[in-house]
C-alpha cells in the first residue's frame, strides 16, 4: 500500500488567539479552502507521485476522512476534482474528539459532530458504516484521554496493515486526518507508541508517503508542502 496521510486545511480554531472561543468542530477558513483547493490539484494532477509513477494507475484507489467538519472540507474539492467518494472512517478523528470545556468551571461537555444530512453537505456523495453517524451525529463522548487517543491511533495502524496485506495490487490510499492523530499514527507504523517524547509537527495540508508491506513501513517523504505557495503556508 502506498499510504499518504494528509493534515486538514487551516481551520477556524488554528488562528484563535482568545481560546474561549474556541468552537467544538470548526469550520476552515478562507486560507484553509484555498488549501484545500491547491491540495486537490496537486492530487490529481499526481504531483505527490513519484515522477515514473503518474502515468500508472490513479492519483488515489481510495480516500479515507474523518467525520470532522475540517477535514470533509478538505476532501470535498479533490472528490470533485477527481469525481470519487470519500470513506468516513471515524476513527482517524482528532485526539480529544469533539468537546468544549467552560472557561469558569472548567467542566467540559462533549457534541455530537455532524448527521448524515450535514455530511452530505460538507461532503457529497460520501460513504460511512452502518451505526456510525445517526440523526444525532457521531461523537457521545465528553474528552477523550491522550492515552485513548494513542490507542487509537495503534488500532488505525494495524487496520491499516491489514488492508495492505490482504491486497492483491498496491493500492494508494489516503487518509485526511489531523495534526495531533497523525503525529501518533505515524509514530505507531514505525513502532514509536507508546511514547510521548517525540512530535510531528505537520503543516495544514501537508502531505506525508509511506509504504506499507508485510515486510513493514518505508517512509518517502514527511510533511511535503510544495503544493503551497509562500502566503498559503501555515502551520498552526
Known amino acids: 500500500m502506498d499510504l499518504f496521510l494528509i493534515r486538514h486545511g487551516e481551520s477556524a ?3 484563535l488567539t482568545d481560546l474561549s472561543k474556541r468552537v467544538a468542530d470548526p469550520d476552515l477558513t478562507p486560507l484553509g479552502r484555498q488549501q484545500a483547493e491547491q491540495l486537490s490539484h496537486y492530487l490529481i494532477d499526481r504531483r505527490h507521485l513519484y515522477p515514473h509513477e503518474r502515468d500508472q ?15 470533509l472540507q478538505t476532501s470535498a474539492p479533490t472528490c470533485s476534482r477527481g469525481d470519487f467518494s470519500a470513506d468516513v ?6 485526539v480529544g474528539g469533539l468537546f468544549l ?3 469558569v468551571t472548567g467542566v467540559v461537555e ?3 459532530g455532524v448527521t448524515p444530512a450535514e455530511l452530505e453537505r460538507q461532503l457529497p456523495g460520501a460513504r460511512f458504516a452502518e451505526g456510525d453517524i445517526d440523526d444525532e451525529g457521531w461523537w457521545n463522548q465528553g474528552k477523550e484521554m491522550p492515552a485513548a487517543g494513542q490507542g487509537r491511533a495503534i488500532g488505525v495502524a494495524a487496520q491499516l496493515r491489514a ?12 487518509v485526511v486526518s489531523h495534526g495531533d492523530f497523525l503525529s501518533h499514527l505515524l509514530k505507531a507504523l514505525m513502532d514509536g507508541l507508546p511514547a510521548a517524547s517525540a512530535h510531528y509537527q505537520l503543516a495544514n495540508t501537508g502531505i506525508s508517503r509511506l509504504g506499507l508491506s ?10 511535503r508542502v510544495e503544493h503551497l505557495d509562500d502566503a498559503r503556508w501555515v502551520s498552526h
Request: hydrophobic share 35%; proline share 4%.
Open 13 to 15: 480554531n488554528n488562528i
Open 57 to 71: 494507475g490513479k492519483p488515489l484507489d481510495r480516500l479515507f476522512t474523518s467525520a470532522m467538519k475540517r477535514s
Open 89 to 94: 472512517w471515524i476513527d482517524v478523528h482528532e
Open 101 to 103: 470545556a467552560d472557561p
Open 110 to 112: 462533549g457534541h455530537s
Open 163 to 174: 488492508m495492505a496485506s490482504s491486497s492483491v495490487d498496491v493500492e494508494r490510499v489516503g
Open 214 to 223: 508485510n515486510e513493514g513501513t518505508v517512509v518517502h517523504y514527511v510533511n
